[in-house]
């Protein structure tokens, strides 16, 4: 599947959210450096807990203030956002490309962020000391991604390198 390819289609943030979180939303990233902007966040979260918009800035605001677990949650929300919309199954891991592929040609935006979403939780297990978990993730993106557009197969062999080594390390 070419996940570079596509039109001139609807971006996560081309459904914005009504004005009131979209203020709280820029009123966060104002007082990011003062490090009051986590309320408005919450705040905007409250309000619209599934707008891709309020999704991704929650994400990035726990990633760069390096709260993993959270994170990770914000993320997999984000994912089940976008697996609803795109009608995916339910458990990632049943996904073939052909169910990814059909039927949303005009929405491979929105299935590029699917994938992206399962290869920033592999990452963010990796953070916690749990590389392992993020294993299958990339495993999934990569059948995914046969050009690696995402380029995930390069992340795929620090995890395994990571993996065997610590295998070595304890003896098994």
Request: with cysteine.
């Amino acid at each position: 599947m070419d996940l570079l390819s596509f039109d001139a289609e609807p971006l996560y943030f081309d459904n914005p959210p009504s004005e009131e979180v979209v203020q709280l939303l820029q009123q966060a990233a104002e007082d990011y450096s003062d490090g009051q902007s986590e309320a408005g966040l919450q705040r905007a979260y409250r309000l619209a807990p599934e707008n891709l918009m309020v999704l991704v800035s929650l994400f990035r605001y726990f990633f760069y203030q390096h709260r993993y677990p959270e994170a990770l949650d914000i993320s997999q929300k984000a994912r089940e956002v976008v697996r609803q919309k795109l009608g995916l199954p339910q458990d990632w891991s049943t996904l073939s490309e052909a169910q990814l592929a059909e039927g949303h040609e005009n929405n491979m935006v929105l299935v590029r962020f699917y994938l992206l979403c399962l290869k920033g939780e592999a990452y963010l297990y990796a953070r916690q000391g749990e590389t392992e978990k993020g294993i299958p993730l990339l495993e999934k993106v990569a059948a995914m991604d046969s050009n690696d557009d995402l380029k995930t197969t390069d992340l795929l062999a620090v995890f395994n390198r990571n993996v065997r080594q610590s295998d070595t390390a304890v003896g098994i």
